[in-house]
């Protein structure tokens, strides 16, 4: 049973200064893997281990699972993995709009609450303001990940993401879905999903050289096809 929290409740909405690369790894220039709602961060630490080349960090709402999950990645002899609290929309902007350029290799996000009902779509993680954020941090070349087992999760995250046309996806990649996870080690939940033998939907998106759009261009046209209801009358 997954346990979410309303992102959008007044306590979340304090912003949280994270800490910088150097205060968070012992080799703070290695490149680094965000995993954005990273929950008991099996998937982030497990990736951590096998690849103490990299930095890793997964941001999680959900302070009872931070907690633990922080304590084991402190206990890593690679010093290379964090897991913090936050709420990925108020916080995050600013830690990646202040990292060195081409730090930032990859963004995943993976298996997020699921706030599917069209009366909940502000409470999504993948908002107009957080993508175009991991857009400025990602060079051309880099990679963002998504999955979800709720369809009605993944497909506005598609949306959006393609809507940008700050991403592209891999010329060999499978359409619409991959059948693989590019990473090497599943979250909790794909496990679960897996052995249960239900369906993942995963996308992975590269970086291209596509300026960003405006955000309040993107959120405007977001919501006219997110949300067609609330969308401006045209004038006559």
């Known amino acids: 049973m997954r346990q979410h929290v309303n992102p959008l409740s007044r306590f979340f909405q304090l912003p949280l200064r994270l800490p910088p690369p150097n205060d968070l790894f012992t080799h703070a220039e290695q490149p680094i893997h965000l995993d954005i709602g990273c929950a008991r961060g099996r998937c982030i630490l497990g990736l951590a281990d096998r690849h103490p080349s990299w930095n890793h960090i997964g941001v999680e709402i959900r302070r009872p699972l931070v907690i633990p999950a922080d304590r084991e990645a402190l206990q890593s002899p690679h010093g290379n993995v964090r897991v913090l609290f936050c709420n990925a929309n108020i916080s995050l902007e600013e830690w990646m709009e202040a990292l060195p350029k081409d730090r930032l290799q990859r963004v995943s996000i993976q298996f997020p609450d699921p706030w599917f009902k069209r009366r909940h779509r502000k409470r999504r993680v993948l908002q107009p303001g957080l993508l175009m954020a991991i857009a400025s941090a990602l060079q ?16 506005p995250m598609v ?4 809507l940008s046309a700050c991403f592209d996806r891999p010329e060999a990649d499978e359409t619409p879905w991959r059948s693989t996870n590019p990473l090497s ?16 939907y995963r996308v992975l998106f590269r970086r291209n050289h596509t300026n960003q759009p405006p955000l309040d261009a993107l959120e405007k046209r977001w919501q006219e096809i997110d949300n067609p209801s609330n969308a401006p009358t045209p004038e006559a």
């Not at 051309?140 to 497909?155: C, H």
Request: no cysteine; charged share 35%.
């Open 185 to 200: 080690v599943p979250t909790e939940r794909e496990r679960y999903v897996m052995d249960q033998q239900l369906p993942v």
């Open 140 to 155: 051309p070349g880099k990679d963002f990940f998504i999955q979800s087992d709720v369809r009605e999760v993944i497909d």
């Open 159 to 162: 949306a959006l993401t393609e």
